[in-house]
């Protein structure tokens, strides 16, 4: 019966080791813009304090056309509050994810000092600006919301335990290039999401 019993608890450890590897093999491809993925860059297990928020616009509004290619190209007016006393920089960045999916970027900027907790319209001096995926340069590339309906955009802010450690220069730090050097410094982040619609969408 000993044998048996030795027997049987050594299948079943076989058994669940063919399960775990099967299970690794099956995985599906991780998605480093997906939701499950921005979570990680979070804090594990932690309620988010940290609230973004813009005088110009309220979270699901439409966002002004001043803040677009249709008006003046301005920066959105942002502002922050609840954010970790271990905040140490800050970082924004403002994309969208059109129905192919492949993600575009509009305005990268990080390297925020940690007392600042709002960027005023057409900020400038604050920060370091990363570059946009519409034009390739380091400034703000202002939406123009091509084809017809609505289009979502996102800003996020993120609160960081350090500043980033990035070894290019600033025109090639792109979302993705942000998003890498920020792994594990992310302590808390927050997403004001507004949609514009073109005025005139029948003219491009």
Do not use: I, Q, R
């Given at each position: 019966m000993r044998r048996i019993g030795i027997f049987l608890a050594a299948t079943f450890i076989a058994v669940l080791s063919l399960l775990v590897i099967l299970q690794g093999q099956t995985r599906p491809p991780r998605n480093e813009d997906s939701p499950e993925r921005m979570k990680e860059l979070a804090v594990s297990g932690a309620g988010k304090t940290i609230v973004l928020r813009s005088p110009e616009v309220a979270d699901g509004g439409q966002l002004p056309k001043d803040y677009t290619g249709d008006g003046t190209a301005s920066t959105l007016p942002l502002e922050w509050r609840g954010a970790p006393k271990e905040t140490r920089?800050?970082?924004v960045i403002m994309h969208h994810i059109p129905k192919g999916g492949e993600v575009k970027w509009y305005w990268v900027l990080y390297n925020i000092p940690a007392e600042v907790t709002?960027?005023?319209k057409n900020v400038k001096g604050v920060g370091t600006l990363g570059n946009n995926s519409i034009?390739?340069?380091?400034?703000?590339?202002p939406p123009?919301?091509?084809g017809p309906g609505p289009k979502l955009y996102t800003y996020?802010?993120?609160a960081l335990s350090a500043p980033p450690k990035i070894a290019v220069s600033p025109y090639e730090v792109s979302r993705k290039v942000l998003l890498d050097a920020m792994k594990g410094l992310v302590l808390d982040s927050a997403e004001l999401r507004v949609i514009y619609t073109r005025p005139d969408e029948g003219r491009k």
């Open positions: 920089s800050f970082a709002s960027l005023p034009n390739g340069k380091t400034e703000y590339a123009h919301s091509k996020t802010v993120y």
